[in-house]
């Protein structure tokens, strides 16, 4: 005899690969120590329940949805393919807006704010893991200015040209970093004369260190977030120019002064 439960979700995210902008659906081992969280098929990690929200997963249409709050998770990859992280998420996230109710029981203007639907957490290829024959990646190498010089370990780094992030990657724990542009085409050359289009473009590698981590043990996982969201911020920092187009590999040392 089966019975039918129906419960209301608090929200959910979606881990998605950092280069290819698509949801991975590879067993991981995902941990919060305060959500009750389980995944998909489509890899959509659903929030079950949270501290003090399971009232709230009830279809009761009379009680205010409450304000967002953030909630770490732990995300590993078994095969190693990406580089392990943690990562915050929001909830609960927003109920669905209907035509006939088009506006939620928020209790704060903030809530809405936020999207409706899985929340993207990206994951950041480690440097064995593989990549497509037609990207243009970058393989940096990050360590610090002492003799001899230390290994950064997840450092975090972009590929830029100018303002426009083109790439984003962590280093590992071997100060080792895999980036790739996929799908970067010929560029428009700037010389007056000779081709009018160019195999590679130029971009700027940039990485930032945030000194504390050298404090860490070896088994800390790292929140890139904790450095992306607050640039440039003080932490340490080096730069290279590049040339690269597609199908081809640059390897690009940085040396951080701290």
Known sequence: MKENCDHRVLGGFQCVDAITKQSVVD????????????????????????????????????????????????????????????????VPQPLPVSPASPTPPFTASSSQAIAYGPQPVPLYRGPAAPVA???????????????????????VLQVLSGATVLATGMADLNGEALLAVPGLGLQVSSNSGGPVTEVTTSATVQAWYDPTILSQPISWVPNPDDILLHLPGSFKTATATIQFGPGQTVNVPLTVSM
Not at 45 to 74: G, H, M, Q, S
């Open 27 to 90: 067993p991981l081992n995902v941990a919060s120590s305060q959500l009750l969280l389980r995944p998909n098929r489509s890899g959509v990690y659903a929030v079950w329940d949270a501290p003090n929200l399971r009232k709230y997963t009830a279809f009761d249409p009379l009680l205010p949805w409450p304000d967002p709050a953030d909630f770490e998770i732990t995300i590993e990859d078994p095969s190693l393919r990406y580089l392990p992280r943690r990562g915050n998420i929001k």
């Open 133 to 155: 024959p037609n990207w243009a990646v970058v393989r940096a190498s990050v360590v610090n200015d002492a003799k001899p010089p230390v290994r950064l370990r997840w450092a």
